[in-house]
């Protein structure tokens, strides 16, 4: 799949932590988010590097991006030809990251990016990563509150299926130790929504760490949701059976195998 990349040179030291920034139809509030979270990392103290990946907007996002990149000397960026997905998007930023720890988060900041701090401080303690677990505010409107059963409902069905000790596996707030969870990342194969759950599946399987932080979510009233509920939630069942048996598959494979 073609690209056009707009990379700046990885000049002075590692950073301690690179964001990975997925964006996709993010027109409407990209530039107040990324000053937000500027400010949060400037005053956290930590170095750190911006890395921007646009999945082919079809609004003005890519321009944003480009505008921001020429004023942040910690930031590149990736713009895409062809739209690849939510995972695809962002297991490509962890692997053009460059920091001891590497994480993203949603740009809508339904998470606020002030919340970085804490799980820097979580794998600074000890952890091989840190997530946010969401603590809803319903509110009134319907669409809210359809989305707060959808979600709800989701970590139900992921519970009862993979039997994970994690309460919120779709969120869209993840760090992690770079060199710990690029060997889990090659193991993932959703390029969607599903990836979130896919990645906290295999980071457990695999030995990770990883903390859960309770953080609020507010949901933003301005901004249109690219995510489709019907479409959507039937895509994430048919990957959710689809991960479920692959994962019999390989546990019956390494019973034979004697592993």
Same mark, same amino acid.
């Given at each position: 799949?073609?690209?056009?990349?707009?990379? /700046?040179? #990885?000049? $002075?030291?590692?950073?301690?932590?690179?964001?990975?920034?997925?964006?996709?139809?993010?027109?409407?509030?990209?530039?107040?988010?990324?000053?937000? !979270? =500027?400010?949060?990392?400037?005053?956290?103290?930590?170095?750190? %590097?911006?890395?921007?990946?646009?999945?082919?907007?079809?609004?003005?996002?890519?321009?944003?991006? /480009?505008? !921001?990149? #020429?004023?942040?000397?910690?930031?590149? #960026?990736?713009?895409?030809?062809?739209?690849?997905?939510?995972?695809?998007?962002?297991?490509?930023?962890?692997?053009?990251?460059? $920091?001891?720890?590497?994480?993203? !988060?949603?740009?809508?900041?339904?998470?606020?990016? /002030? @919340?970085?701090?804490?799980?820097?401080?979580?794998? @600074?303690?000890?952890?091989?990563?840190? &997530?946010?677990?969401? +603590?809803?505010?319903?509110?009134?409107?319907?669409?809210?509150? =359809?989305? @707060?059963?959808?979600?709800?409902?989701?970590?139900?069905?992921?519970?009862?299926?993979?039997?994970?000790?994690?309460?919120?596996?779709?969120?869209?707030?993840?760090?992690?130790?770079?060199?710990?969870?690029?060997? =889990?990342?090659?193991?993932?194969?959703?390029?969607?929504?599903?990836?979130?759950?896919?990645?906290?599946?295999?980071?457990?399987?695999?030995?990770?760490?990883?903390?859960?932080?309770?953080?609020?979510?507010?949901?933003?009233?301005?901004?249109?949701? &690219?995510?489709?509920?019907?479409?959507?939630?039937?895509?994430?069942?048919? #990957?959710?059976?689809?991960?479920?048996?692959? !994962?019999? %598959?390989? +546990?019956?494979?390494?019973?034979? /195998?004697?592993?």
């Amino acid at each position: 799949m073609s690209e056009v990349r707009a990379q /700046r040179t #990885a000049e $002075g030291p590692t950073p301690e932590l690179s964001v990975v920034v997925a964006c996709y139809q993010e027109e409407g509030h990209l530039r107040e988010s990324v000053r937000e !979270l =500027v400010a949060t990392l400037d005053e956290s103290g930590v170095s750190y %590097e911006l890395v921007f990946l646009d999945d082919c907007s079809r609004d003005n996002t890519a321009a944003i991006v /480009r505008e !921001l990149v #020429a004023g942040l000397p910690q930031a590149r #960026a990736v713009y895409h030809a062809q739209n690849v997905g939510r995972g695809g998007t962002v297991s490509e930023g962890f692997r053009l990251a460059r $920091g001891r720890i590497v994480g993203f !988060l949603d740009i809508d900041l339904e998470v606020h990016c /002030r @919340h970085i701090p804490r799980m820097l401080a979580a794998i @600074h303690a000890g952890a091989d990563g840190a &997530t946010a677990y969401r +603590e809803y505010s319903v509110g009134v409107s319907w669409n809210g509150f =359809v989305r @707060h059963v959808l979600s709800q409902g989701y970590r139900w069905i992921v519970g009862l299926f993979l039997r994970l000790p994690y309460r919120d596996t779709e969120t869209g707030f993840k760090f992690f130790v770079r060199e710990r969870v690029l060997p =889990v990342l090659d193991e993932t194969r959703d390029r969607g929504w599903f990836w979130d759950t896919e990645i906290m599946v295999l980071a457990h399987r695999a030995g990770l760490k990883i903390v859960e932080v309770p953080c609020p979510f507010v949901r933003r009233g301005d901004k249109q949701s &690219t995510v489709r509920v019907f479409r959507d939630t039937w895509r994430y069942m048919v #990957a959710l059976r689809a991960f479920r048996k692959r !994962l019999r %598959e390989e +546990e019956r494979l390494s019973e034979r /195998r004697g592993e």
